[in-house]
């Protein structure tokens, strides 16, 4: 097996939120995006000679030897940052893991080129999917969506296990119009090895902004839970099945 290191800035257990079950779950350093919303702003600058990194062997002798934490069909999970920024090392611990027998998860911005190349390796594929109108996901994240457009119809077809999520921000993609048409876009693929979920702006990261010397710039974001209970209630009659994790 060869030895390529991942860059990591924190990792621990998490119930549900980052796939099924009980999971080990890595967040991998660096992120090509910049949401201004990110609740990991820590995690957005790629690796620096002599940060801290894990080697593939060492990650799946820690998740063989974590294998009785794995309750409730948990495993090991790969977010970020964005974790597709570190492919090979990426590509080769899903691989590793895999041969262990263990189930994974990958969440991730769908920005990658190569993304499909992994679907085999992850059991569960989680996609952010932040807006359908490329020109206003430039202007707002600084890249347009079409790489992550044409990833997200790729996992439709393709991917058994799909999770879909949308952060709802007020100002950005949170308006009656914008569901209507994150909804006519997903009527267009096949969604039935998918699930969604909406979730509500928050400013648990603010304070991490500025302790990374980075400025916080959103504002009035915040979105109501009955506009996300009515927009989830569209999307079930729109025939999607929609979850809270
Ligand atoms: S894609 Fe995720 S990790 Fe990257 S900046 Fe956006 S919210 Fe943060």
């Known amino acids: 097996m060869a030895a390529t290191a991942l860059y990591v800035f924190q990792k621990g257990f998490n119930y549900s939120q980052d796939g099924a079950g009980n999971r080990l779950v890595y967040h991998l350093r660096g992120c090509n995006l910049r949401c201004p919303w990110c609740s990991n702003p820590e995690g957005m600058d790629f690796a620096r000679p002599g940060d801290a990194a894990v080697t593939t062997e060492d990650l799946v002798a820690r998740a063989l030897r974590s294998k009785p934490m794995f309750f409730d069909?948990?495993?090991?999970?790969?977010?970020?940052?964005?974790?597709t920024c570190q492919f090979e090392g990426l590509k080769e611990a899903l691989t590793a893991l895999k041969e262990a027998g263990l189930n994974t998860c990958l969440e991730t911005n769908?920005?990658?080129?190569?993304?499909p190349e992994l679907f085999p390796l992850v059991d569960e594929l989680i996609m952010d999917f932040k807006h359908y109108d490329?020109?206003?996901?430039?202007?707002v994240i600084g890249t347009g969506n079409?790489?992550?457009a044409a990833n997200l119809k790729e996992a439709f077809a393709r991917h058994p296990d799909l999770l879909v999520r949308t952060p709802l921000i007020g100002?950005?993609?949170?308006?009656?119009?914008d569901n209507a048409r994150f909804i006519r876009f997903y009527r267009t693929q096949p969604?039935?090895?998918?699930?969604f979920e909406l979730l509500l702006y928050h400013e648990f990261g603010r304070d991490k902004w500025a302790q990374c010397g980075k400025v916080y710039t959103v504002r009035n974001a915040f979105v109501q839970e009955d506009?996300?209970?009515?927009?989830?209630?569209?999307?079930r009659d729109a025939g999607l099945t929609v979850v809270r994790t």
């Open 134 to 139: 490329s020109e206003k996901h430039r202007a």
């Open 171 to 177: 100002g950005f993609n949170a308006a009656e119009e």
């Open 227 to 235: 506009v996300r209970k009515r927009y989830e209630a569209a999307m």
């Open 146 to 148: 079409e790489v992550i």
């Open 191 to 195: 969604t039935q090895h998918a699930r």
């Open 110 to 115: 769908g920005t990658s080129p190569r993304l």
């Open 73 to 83: 069909g948990g495993g090991v999970t790969f977010t970020g940052g964005e974790a």
